[in-house]
């Protein structure tokens, strides 16, 4: 006699639930892919709510979200295509424009003039808030090879550079897990 | 009545003119601050608080205590749980 297979909906919800017998945590997971301005601020506004919430929160930055945990006014890159990134597209939480209406910079400043008449937190001010609640923020290895950049480059406070398998570790095990 | 006659606040917050996510921060380091039992009372005049400070105290299991609008101001008290 051939066995049924059956979906038991109670056993596929537990499991689900688990991660390698780890429950899922009060955390949120965050890929910061994006490296504009407005995206990174809605990045940073999600976590440090998130932390004062009482969650846990891990952010994943990758590709042009590198651009946001650079220091300022520095030039990065090695090799000729390497220097012309780091010249081109400047990092640092003061440097990056919005992904619209940036006109070459012009946005950027006519966005922060905005937010600071309203006292709406400035992305530097968002970043101090999210170290200060212990928000854990990894580097992509692989991407930081690509742009050629270099743990050097980046703000305090930013870990080890990691691979998929570590954020996946980290999404695997949070009730929320955002891609922006 | 409003509670605030009720018992005094072991902490006072201003949180006028702060936009989200500041008033949520801010709260979540004032609770922090104060002994379990005691009260947080804050002003803002961000209506986000409306909503935003009712979810805050469901997800972190602290005691709404009351919120009010009072003008174009938004009062409210939450209570330490843990």
């Known amino acids: 006699m051939i066995a049924t297979p059956t979906f038991d909906l109670q056993t596929e919800t537990a499991f689900q639930a688990h991660h390698n017998g780890r429950a899922v945590k009060n955390k949120l997971s965050v890929v910061v892919f994006s490296g504009d301005m407005d995206k990174v601020m809605a990045a940073f506004i999600i976590a440090t709510g998130a932390a004062a919430s009482g969650m846990e929160v891990s952010m ?12 300022p006014r520095q030039i990065t890159g090695k090799s000729l295509f390497g220097r012309m990134l780091g010249v081109m597209n400047r990092g640092g939480l003061d440097a990056i424009g919005p992904s619209r209406l940036n006109m070459g910079g012009l946005g950027r400043w006519m966005f922060k003039k905005m937010m600071q008449e309203k006292h709406v937190a400035s992305l530097p001010e968002l970043y101090e808030m999210a170290v200060d609640l212990g928000v854990k923020m990894m580097p ?20 080890e550079p990691v691979g998929v398998a570590a954020f996946l570790e980290e999404a695997a095990e949070s009730k929320i897990t955002l891609f922006i | 009545m409003s509670t605030s006659m009720v018992e005094t606040a072991a902490k006072f917050l201003d949180l006028k003119g702060l936009l989200c996510p500041i008033p949520v921060v801010k709260m979540a380091k004032a609770i922090k601050e104060v002994a379990v039992g005691e009260t947080v009372e804050a002003v803002a005049t961000d209506p986000g608080v409306m909503a935003d400070i009712p979810a805050w105290c469901r997800s972190t299991g602290n005691e709404l205590v009351s919120i009010e609008k009072q003008d174009k101001q938004f009062r409210f008290i939450a209570r330490r749980a843990k």
């Open chain 1, 60 to 71: 994943f930055f990758t590709f042009w979200g590198l651009k946001a945990l650079e220091k």
């Open chain 1, 140 to 159: 992509c290895q692989m991407s930081m090879a690509v742009m050629e950049l270099d743990r050097m480059n980046f703000q305090p406070n930013v870990t």
